[in-house]
C-alpha cells in the first residue's frame, strides 16, 4: 500500500486547512487510516483516526476542532482543521494499519508541513 498526501501549508492562528491522503495498492476491506504529527525531538502522536467501517478516534487537543472523514469507495481521508493554534504547528502524517491481518500492516504517508503562525 502507497499513501500520498497533501494540503498542508500556512495559515494564521484560528483560520483553517484541509489535509487529504490517497492509498493505493492492496487495500483490505478491514483498515483504519489516520493522521499523525511530530515536531523535532518530539514523539509522533495521534491526531485522528477512522476505521473503515466509521468509528473515530480524536486526540484531546484536537477534539471540537478537527474533523477526520474518509471515503472508502476511493480510498481517501481527510482532516479538515479549524480554529488552528501555533501548537498545531507540525508535520502531519498518513497512516494505514490492517485491523484483521496477522501480523498487522502498516504504512506511513510522506510528511505534510502544516504552520500556524500568529
Known amino acids: 500500500v502507497q499513501l500520498q498526501a497533501s494540503g498542508g501549508g500556512s495559515v494564521r492562528s484560528g483560520g483553517s486547512l484541509r489535509l487529504s491522503c490517497a492509498a493505493s495498492g492492496s487495500i483490505v476491506s478491514d483498515n483504519v487510516m489516520g493522521w499523525y504529527r511530530q515536531g523535532p525531538g518530539d514523539q509522533r502522536e495521534v491526531v485522528a483516526s477512522m476505521t473503515s467501517s466509521g468509528s473515530t478516534h480524536y486526540s484531546n487537543s484536537v477534539k471540537g476542532r478537527f474533523t477526520i472523514s474518509r471515503d472508502n469507495a476511493k480510498n481517501t481521508v481527510d482532516l479538515q482543521m479549524t480554529g488552528l493554534r501555533l501548537e498545531d504547528t507540525d508535520v502531519y502524517y498518513c497512516?494505514?494499519?490492517?485491523?484483521?491481518?496477522?501480523?498487522?500492516?502498516?504504512?506511513w504517508g510522506q510528511g505534510t508541513q502544516v504552520t500556524v503562525s500568529s
Open positions: 497512516r494505514y494499519w490492517t485491523i484483521s491481518i496477522v501480523p498487522q500492516y502498516k504504512v
